[in-house]
């Protein structure tokens, strides 16, 4: 058997008793294929993980980069108490739209909020909003902008928040520091800057099973 194969018999295994979809997710899942978004979100022990973390930080407030169809924002927001919010940046008007529609049928459309453009011009328009500090910031858009998104993330939050950036593994490719591709440098950038920043402390965590190779960074914020 390849190692591969047995990754993802471990993450069935895994995902049969710890992170069953359930009808809204798949649901979330089905018609995002049927809208032909590309199969890319969080796998379910995946999504599992951001809202047990959502859960541990007692979240109130989420803020997502990245939308697609809204499968790990349904996994993040229910972790949310009846008041808690959470807002998702998503550049596709298409993508925003399965979106909404799937977190409308998972029952969480007065928690959640999809804001469509490119995140860069929707972080600096929230900012000007002043909202409270947010306990958990999931970056999962385009991997070029991962420290742009984390310098945003660090405006937006306050001591003990968690900043979680997803995909950091690129396959492996991270480790080649002589690599030109922008996802690579990206997400290193976004690495360095975790590791040299006076208000971070933070990991990142390789992961195999449903999506190949690929992994976290995190990072607490400390002041
Ligand atoms: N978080 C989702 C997956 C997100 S995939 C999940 O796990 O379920 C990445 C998404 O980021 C795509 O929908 C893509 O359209 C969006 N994206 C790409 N560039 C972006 C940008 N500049 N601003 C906001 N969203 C962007
Ligand atoms: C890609 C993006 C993602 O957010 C992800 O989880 C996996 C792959 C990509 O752009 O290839
Ligand atoms: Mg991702």
């Not at 929230?126 to 910031?137: G, K, R, T």
């Amino acid at each position: 058997m390849s190692e591969s194969q047995v990754w993802d018999d471990v993450d069935d295994y895994f995902t049969a008793h710890l992170a069953q979809n359930d009808d809204a997710l798949e649901a979330a899942l089905r018609d995002s294929d049927a809208a032909e978004l590309p199969p890319i979100a969080v796998t379910p022990l995946q999504g599992r993980f951001l809202q047990l973390l959502a859960q541990i930080q007692g979240a109130r407030s989420i803020l997502e980069i990245g939308t697609l169809g809204g499968y790990s924002t349904i996994w993040m927001a229910r972790a949310l108490p009846e008041d808690g919010r959470l807002i998702s940046l998503e550049y596709s008007a298409k993508h925003a739209e399965v979106a909404s529609r799937n977190i409308a049928r998972a029952g969480l459309d007065r928690i959640v909020q999809v804001r469509v453009g490119p995140a860069l011009e929707s972080l600096p328009k929230l900012a000007d909003e002043n909202p409270p500090p947010f306990d958990l910031v999931f970056i999962d858009a385009d991997k070029v902008n991962n420290p742009n998104y984390v310098e945003w993330a660090l405006r937006l939050t306050s001591a003990g928040s968690l900043i979680v950036v997803d995909n950091v593994v690129r396959g492996g490719r991270v480790a080649d520091a002589d690599s030109k591709a922008p996802d690579v440098l990206g997400s290193r950038a976004a690495v360095e800057l975790i590791g040299s920043h006076p208000r971070l402390s933070g990991t990142a965590i390789q992961t195999v099973g449903g999506k190949g190779h690929d992994g976290f960074a995190l990072a607490r914020v400390l002041a």
